[in-house]
């Protein structure tokens, strides 16, 4: 696929109208992507979807991306942004954030609607997410879910997240971070919240590995904006062993459930 802004539109000309809510997902291409656009295709939403996928670095089969685009659904229109370069700092780029850069950034101003949620391309959302979450964004700046916690091996649902995103003033990031939203969950009002669409691209001080740019954005939203909870686990967050977290999150789901791997294993 060239290197270029393409957009696809199954619903004719109906592209100008603005969109009742937008999905942006930052991608490596990896072959999870299908999984995570089809959870956004499949929404019991009542309206009509902007989905923005931004290549960030493209490591896995463009192929996907084929894919995506023929199974668009009329109620949906699909951007596609690849730049031909990562503007993240870990890839030589010039935004610090190793999450994508100014990916998500750039595509939530690029969205055709106020309410814009996102998704990592190694998750989904349950069939209400959105629905749910635009419900609760009426009158408010942001809004958000809970999440399962997925084993990365056979996705098989460990339990409901009940310790980190849980919303501000709560969990355990209450001292650290006054609390925590992971962005899978998260729909804000990107007119209400312009300002704080910038710090997509910037991870904490001091932080090498540069992937926490949604503790600092979490941390705009909590100390200027009013969010509103759906109290749904309607997010799939697949944990990984690489990341510095894993352990923990395995002692949380053994201490919740008795077991810090799926039954079938």
């Not at 696809?8 to 930052?26: C, R, W, Y």
């Not at 991870?203 to 590995?209: E, K, S, T």
Request: proline letters at 6%; a negative charge.
């Amino acid at each position: 696929m060239d290197q270029a802004v393409i957009t696809t539109a199954l619903i004719g000309a109906a592209l100008q109208p603005t969109f009742d809510a937008a999905v942006v997902i930052p991608t490596i291409l990896k072959p999870s992507l299908a999984r995570a656009v089809q959870s956004v295709f499949s929404q019991n939403f009542p309206g009509r979807i902007h989905i923005l996928v931004g290549v960030d670095r493209p490591l896995g089969d463009p192929a996907v991306l084929d894919k995506i685009r023929d199974e668009c659904p009329s109620h949906c229109a699909l951007t596609i942004l690849d730049l031909g370069y990562s503007t993240s700092g870990r890839n030589g780029g010039l935004y610090p954030g190793g999450c994508g850069g100014a990916i998500r950034t750039l595509l939530s101003y690029a969205a055709n609607s106020h309410a814009v949620a996102y998704l990592d391309d190694d998750n989904w959302f349950g069939a209400d997410h959105l629905r749910t979450l635009r419900d609760a964004l009426d009158g408010y700046d942001y809004a958000f879910s809970k999440r399962w916690y997925v084993d990365h091996e056979t996705l098989t649902l460990l339990c409901v997240d009940d310790w980190e995103s849980l919303g501000p003033g709560v969990g355990a990031y209450q001292e650290r971070f006054g609390g925590f939203v992971d962005p899978n969950s998260l729909m804000i009002d990107k007119l209400k919240c312009d300002t704080v669409l910038r710090w997509w691209c910037y991870p904490l001080p001091n932080d090498a590995r540069g992937m926490s740019e949604d503790r600092n954005l979490f941390d705009q939203l909590n100390k200027n904006h009013r969010g509103r909870e759906t109290g749904l686990p309607t997010s799939y967050y697949v944990i990984h062993p690489d990341d510095y977290l894993h352990p923990l999150r395995l002692l949380w789901i053994k201490q919740k459930t008795g077991q810090g791997r799926p039954a079938e294993r």
